[in-house]
């Protein structure tokens, strides 16, 4: 790295006027809370993936928790899940009273193998959550069967892949409910969250737990006479999205076929210049997939003393370029060690991964930058 040469970042957000237009139109119109930007974004998502209904809420870890709820998962019942993933949905599980049973994942993909969740399968099984890695989308046919076969809710944590396909399915529509993260790090971002979209049934219910317990929503009461006129109908939570957050979500929403677009262009350049290095390993996509490249995840062998950490490392003490690890393996967490769980395939890969810097807001220098200091590491 040269002495002037700034600090890559492993993310950056893509913010532009755009975006701050909307956010002081919102702030402007006296409507700072849940309302009409908030169902403006909801139709926005909602309407590309032609599922029943979304509800946009504060994080996508509100909406983990809200369909676990709305799926019905209480104490006794087990959850299938990956444990190569964050740890939302397994703490959404535990908060429910259920139990995550952490299962196997592809090798190649690195998302949730459909002949391991099927054996993970009992009689007390109430729901899978398939997690599509890094913007891969999982077997969503082969998830969709197996659940239907079982009568089992499937549940899409497609935080990482708004956007993305596979053999003609959207990830987030062939679930019974999937949510989405909006977190400052994603594909698009509103800095803090999320949306549950699927089942009219199931979202109406996640909606209802979402805003209190109460059977009509504040903008709905908006201008009536007895604002204070409503019922609460369940003990529920509070995981609306305010029209602040939403007016940046429309913009950025706007904006996705093109951030993906750059996103599979760098993924690209990567592809094309670091094929080769020995040991290092590169992401491999199915055919019928069209990748939302939230994540350009490598792995590296531990080989003639270079190992994952020894090149993040490098990259960052020697090159000033920021990378990230998805994700350390949620049942070696504290919290799930009780589990006494064991996943060779998920824990080999987990010691090997390495994110490379994929953004948007990349130059195509900086996109160079990171290819020649992976070849000076390798060097
Ligand atoms: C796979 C996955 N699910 C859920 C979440 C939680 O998202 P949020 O921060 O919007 O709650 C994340 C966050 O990084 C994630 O990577």
């Known amino acids: 790295m040269t002495a002037t040469a700034p600090f890559l970042p492993w993310n950056r957000p893509s913010i532009g006027r755009e975006e701050e237009a909307e956010v002081v139109d919102t702030l402007r119109s006296g409507w700072l809370t849940a309302g009409p930007k908030a169902s403006r974004f909801e139709a926005a998502v909602k309407d590309p993936l032609g599922v029943e209904e979304a509800f946009a809420v504060s994080s996508c870890t509100a909406a983990l928790h809200l369909a676990l709820l709305a799926a019905g998962i209480e104490v006794g019942d087990e959850v299938i899940t990956p444990s190569l993933t964050f740890c939302a949905a397994p703490n959404a599980v535990a908060r429910c009273g259920g139990t995550p049973v952490f299962t196997e994942v592809d090798p190649v993909t690195f998302n949730l193998d459909p002949e391991a969740a099927e054996h993970a399968i009992t ?165 019928g997939v069209r990748h939302g490249w939230f994540l350009y995840p490598v792995l590296i062998e531990p080989v003639g003393g270079r190992t994952r950490d020894t090149v993040a490392d490098m990259l960052l003490n020697d090159h000033g370029i920021g990378t990230s690890v998805h994700f350390q393996p949620v049942h070696r967490l504290a919290a799930y060690r009780y589990l006494d769980c064991h996943l060779p395939v998920t824990e080999q890969i987990a010691a090997r991964q390495l994110s490379l810097p994929c953004y948007p807001a990349m130059t195509s220098a900086d996109v160079q930058r990171v290819i020649d200091a992976l070849h000076a590491v390798w060097a």
């Open 123 to 287: 009689a007390r099984t109430k729901a899978i959550v398939v997690m599509h890695y890094g913007g891969q989308p999982c077997d969503l046919l082969a998830f969709r069967k197996l659940a239907d076969d079982h009568g089992l809710i499937l549940i899409e944590d497609a935080a990482h892949a708004l956007h993305a396909w596979r053999d003609g399915l959207r990830a987030g529509s062939a679930g019974d409910l999937a949510v989405f993260s909006f977190y400052a790090n994603k594909v698009i971002t509103c800095g803090e969250g999320g949306m549950i979209v699927g089942r009219a049934d199931l979202v109406q219910a996640a909606r209802l737990l979402g805003r209190h317990g109460i059977d009509s929503s504040v903008w709905q009461r908006h201008g009536k006479r007895r604002t204070a006129d409503y019922e609460v109908t369940v003990a529920g939570l509070k995981y609306t999205m305010p029209d602040i957050t939403a007016a940046v979500g429309i913009q950025q929403f706007h904006k996705l076929p093109e951030f993906t677009a750059r996103r599979a262009r760098i993924a690209a350049s990567y592809d094309r210049s670091l094929a080769g290095l020995p040991g290092l390993r590169l992401p491999t996509v199915l055919d």
